[in-house]
């Protein structure tokens, strides 16, 4: 699943190609998902002329001229791919073409990916956003008994952080993700609240680096430690791996486990 750094590099990828486009026709190929009908998304979208696109948590948004925003969580395994006149990808699920004969599609072979007129607004901090300061990190980790990571990973509580950026996080951090979250001390709250900033932004660095036109699929080469074929991390730690919640967690006994 693309995570925030991806997504952030995505957004400015599609922004550059595509804003200032004006939506000629659009397709809804799968409703598996989508809240809406296909007429509505149509009757939404097209005739209108796309101003900007940017990321909220672990969601594209597409902003319209007329305040219509079009949402797009791509989910496991949603891909964009832009095309000329015809779409040709498969597992499309919608298809934007605009009146300069150029478009962009959303696919996905399982069907997963939602697209969503105007996504409801939530009051919850997006993990890179000025009201996620460490007071807040503070204030929720205080509160909860389970561990570290569940909390990063929860959108309710932060938005943006996935998998693969919560294990390279917590390392950073100095922080076993096994952590009881009421028990770390202060000191490392703080520290995981730098850990947040810096992770994530030099990930994005390093996404558009190596792709700088990217506007699909995940870059993983450069992590540090949530990588299957890596042993050790760069300051020698031996990599281990245990389930939480069904998803892989990769660590080191370099972190600290408060419990």
Do not use: C
Request: glycine content about 6%.
């Amino acid at each position: 699943m693309p995570e925030l750094p991806d997504l952030q590099v995505f957004s400015h990828n599609l922004d550059k190609q595509l804003s200032g486009k004006v939506v000629k026709e659009v397709h809804i190929k799968n409703t598996k998902r989508a809240k809406e009908s296909a007429a509505a998304f149509r009757k939404a979208l097209e005739g209108e002329k796309l101003e900007k696109v940017y990321r909220e948590g672990k969601e594209l948004r597409f902003k319209f001229k007329h305040d219509v925003v079009l949402g797009m969580h791509l989910m496991l395994h949603g891909k964009l791919f832009f095309f000329e006149e015809e779409n040709t990808n498969k597992h499309p699920i919608i298809e934007l073409l605009f009146e300069d004969k150029t478009g962009l599609v959303l696919t996905d072979y399982q069907g997963m990916a939602v697209p969503t007129l105007n996504p409801e607004e939530v009051d919850v901090p997006d993990a890179l956003s000025d009201d996620m300061t460490v007071k807040f990190l503070q204030e929720q980790l205080s509160k909860k008994k389970t561990v570290v990571k569940k909390v990063l990973l929860d959108q309710h509580i932060i938005r943006g952080i996935g998998n693969a950026y919560a294990d390279e996080i917590l390392w950073e951090a100095g922080i076993s993700p096994f952590s009881v979250s009421n028990k770390i001390p202060a000191a490392k709250i703080k520290a995981l609240h730098t850990a947040i900033h810096k992770v994530l932004k030099e990930a994005e660095k390093d996404i558009r680096k190596a792709h700088p036109d990217i506007i699909a699929g995940e870059v993983r080469d450069f992590l540090k430690i949530h990588q299957p074929k890596l042993t050790h991390s760069p300051t020698g730690g031996a990599i281990a791996q245990k389930e939480l919640n069904g998803r892989k967690t990769y660590y080191t006994d370099e972190q600290e486990l408060f419990e």
